[in-house]
């Protein structure tokens, strides 16, 4: 079955900075959408960002405009997500899904669009 590797989350202050990787084994990265998104203890999934296959397009979360980036690396197939800034809300298990592919410039914050989830990476913000 498909699924999604996350890592790189950790425990930071706040202001700090975190890089994850979103690894993709055996799967043609390029050809789909792929969002990062989040889900705090107690509250329903959301999207943080995302990006259309091809590259064309990037989609951000209000919240996270000007603070996160996100990226791919079809060579190393994984996506990254580079976050600075970090903020108390933004504690959460981050979890990586590949998503819909029929318009290459479009990608799409919505979670149930997305599958091949990983098992998350938990990130921290607490002084």
């Known amino acids: 079955q498909l699924q999604l590797v996350e890592s790189g989350g950790a425990l930071v202050q706040p202001g700090g900075s975190l890089r994850l990787s979103c690894a993709a084994p055996?799967?043609?990265?390029?050809?789909?959408?792929i969002g990062w998104f989040r889900q705090a203890p107690g509250k329903e999934r959301e999207g943080v960002s995302c990006?259309?296959?091809?590259?064309?397009?990037?989609a951000y979360a209000d919240s996270v405009k000007g603070r996160f980036t996100i990226s791919r690396d079809n060579a190393k197939k994984t996506v990254y997500l580079q976050m600075n800034s970090l903020k108390p809300e933004d504690t959460g298990v981050y979890y990586c899904?590949?998503?819909?592919?029929?318009?290459?410039?479009?990608?799409?914050?919505?979670?149930?669009?997305?599958?091949?989830w990983g098992q998350g990476t938990q990130v921290t913000v607490s002084s």
């Open positions: 990006i259309s296959p091809r590259d064309i397009n990037t």
């Open positions: 899904g590949a998503g819909p592919n029929a318009n290459p410039g479009l990608c799409t914050l919505t979670p149930r669009l997305y599958g091949a």
């Open positions: 055996g799967l043609l990265l390029d050809y789909y959408a």
